[in-house]
């Protein structure tokens, strides 16, 4: 495989759209996605009200790349072999010495399943997204609470957790008005959602000029989806995409065949009978990408046409985009801002009254390092008192590298280069900060202290 990657050479350019297109504020939407869920938990399960509190610095427990242990109430961060580098029982750190007495030096139980498939199952959940996170902090108060009052050994309140998501991202949950987190939108876009850069629309009209099909594939439905796009895209959006795709249920629109998950076409937001082949661009439902590939070619008068896309979730973007159809793939990580220690700009200059409207929280902002967990990228291996300390790198990073073709912290770090720039990709024989733009994670790099004292 070469060694660079171009936006030229490719025939059709997609997207996802929550945390990509669409960028979020995400102290106030962690914060809505917990209060949601744990209303949910309160009201029509009977779990402990303190869940409804948070403490302003609470949310620094939402580390990406976590993976919950649903019988034991634990929470695993994972080297790139499988070992637990760092766990937490409910929101309580265990220490070093407990990680190795419970998990040794060996390989995670559930390691080869995660990681052949970047998956969940019944015993673990994998938390890669926004939409997720603010669920693990809750599901360890959970945890906290359920040791207080019954001091159990095994958990069994994930049937619980799933009904919470279910409620709250139902497919008619917005056109209801039910659950806590679409009317909440709804009612204050501005609060939750950052207005897409003109940089950015500036470059979708530039690719779309270049001959490029522009593609939406979201799991949202398409009233939350056009909610969205008219406020971040504007009233016009739909003229900048020649396919677009909601509630395509992702991954499984990549993995599952036509038989499986046919395309079904819209009115008025409610989704018509199955269609046997898609035969021309437009907005549909469901779907997968065998069929869509299919009018690709039509599309392009192409064999093979070259397809990238871009998301920011590894386990239904980015994972299955690359292993069942071979696309080319970006990686949208806004930890590569956190990392940094840089506050992004915010996107187009507010009035000066608006600023400080939604400050009042003063929670944290996620995509900070977590001061439990350490950097997204690297960490320690948990060592013995005396042994010299060894670095290794996450599960998660090891992931970015062996499944996207590059990793950007935003659509906007690329927007103004020429189509025709030639990003360095993660490939096995490069270095494994060769795919990151515009710069590799601090914690990947080798440390300036140690090279100064030397």
């Not at 015993?123 to 108060?141: E, I, S, V």
């Not at 499986?260 to 269609?275: G, S």
Request: aromatic share 12%.
């Amino acid at each position: 495989m070469q060694q660079h990657f171009s936006l030229a050479e490719c025939d059709v350019v997609g997207f996802d759209l929550d945390h990509t297109l669409c960028r979020y504020h995400l102290p106030q939407s962690a914060r809505l996605i917990y209060d949601s869920f744990a209303q949910y938990l309160v009201t029509e399960k009977g779990y402990d009200e303190d869940l409804l509190t948070l403490a302003p610095d609470s949310l620094d427990f939402c580390c990406k790349g976590l993976v919950l242990d649903i019988e034991e109430g634990n929470f695993l961060k994972l080297a790139e072999d499988g070992t637990v580098l760092r766990a937490s029982h409910g929101t309580k750190s265990m220490t070093s010495e407990e990680v190795l007495e419970i998990y040794g030096r060996k390989e995670w139980k559930h390691f080869n399943t995660v990681s052949g498939m970047v998956s969940r199952t019944a015993k673990y959940y994998l938390y890669d997204n926004y939409f997720d996170l603010p669920g693990a902090l809750l599901c360890a108060r959970v945890v906290d609470s359920l040791d207080q009052h019954d001091g159990q050994k095994k958990y069994d309140f994930w049937k619980d957790m799933v009904a919470a998501i279910q409620h709250n991202y139902k497919i008619s949950a917005f056109k209801e008005d039910c659950g806590i987190y679409f009317p909440e939108v709804k009612n204050h876009p501005d609060k939750y959602l950052q207005r897409c850069p003109e940089s950015v629309k500036k470059w979708l009209k530039q690719l779309k000029n270049a001959g490029k099909i522009l593609l939406l594939i979201t799991s949202s439905h398409s009233d939350y989806c056009r909610l969205l796009c008219e406020h971040v895209l504007g009233n016009d959006f739909e003229e900048y995409f020649d396919i677009l795709i909601t509630n395509a249920l992702k991954p499984g629109f990549f993995s599952h065949t036509p038989n499986q998950r046919p395309f079904r076409t819209l009115e008025n937001d409610e989704e018509q009978e199955a269609l046997l082949s898609l035969d021309k661009p437009g907005w549909y439902s469901q779907g997968n990408a065998i069929q869509l590939y299919d009018l690709l070619k039509k599309m392009t008068g192409k064999l093979d046409p070259k397809v990238v896309y871009f998301g920011d979730s590894m386990h239904s973007d980015i994972f299955p985009a690359r292993h069942y159809s071979n696309w080319e793939t970006v990686f949208i990580l806004e930890e590569l801002l956190g990392d940094k220690g840089i506050v992004p700009a915010k996107a187009e200059s507010e009035p000066l009254e608006k600023k400080g409207k939604y400050e009042g929280d003063q929670l944290k902002v996620p995509y900070f390092v977590s001061k439990q967990w350490g950097s997204f990228f690297m960490d320690r291996l948990p060592g013995l008192e005396n042994a010299e300390e060894t670095f290794v790198h996450t599960w998660s990073c090891k992931c970015i590298s062996t499944y996207s073709t590059i990793a950007i912290p935003s659509l906007e770090a690329i927007a103004d280069l020429p189509l025709d720039y030639r990003f360095t990709r993660f490939s096995s024989n490069s270095s494994a900060t060769a795919g990151y733009y515009p710069s590799p994670p601090r914690a990947l790099l080798p440390n300036e202290d140690s090279v100064m004292m030397k």
